[in-house]
């Protein structure tokens, strides 16, 4: 049974960072793409960052690029996303995708003052 949980959301001032972590279980992680994404209320979910199987590649959405950095660890079956600057326009549900077809249940971002 796949499982992958995130974790590490909460409430930040403006400026401020976070890094969100991705637990998963259940399947050879190595294998697999693995992506960030978020949904801001009232708004369609959206990528915003990408990282290869082994690491090696990533890409990011314009909004996050230079703020926002994801990597992985693959010996220990979870990817991570280090959030800095953060902005009150990057308050979302974070969420991580493992291989496309595997889902956490999200964690809370909230940046307000």
């Known amino acids: 049974q796949v499982q992958v949980v995130e974790s590490g959301g909460g409430l930040v001032q403006p400026g401020g960072s976070l890094r969100l972590s991705c637990a998963a279980s259940g399947l050879t992680f190595s294998r697999y793409v693995m992506t960030w994404n978020r949904q801001a209320p009232g708004k369609s979910r959206e990528v915003v960052a990408v990282i290869s199987s082994g690491g090696s590649s990533t890409n990011y959405a314009d909004a996050v690029k230079g703020r926002f950095t994801i990597t992985r660890d693959n010996a220990k079956n979870t990817g991570y996303l280090q959030m800095n600057s953060l902005k009150p326009e990057d308050t979302a549900v974070y969420y991580c995708?493992?291989?496309?077809?595997?889902w956490g249940q999200g964690t809370q971002v909230t940046v307000s003052s």
């Open positions: 995708n493992v291989g496309g077809d595997y």
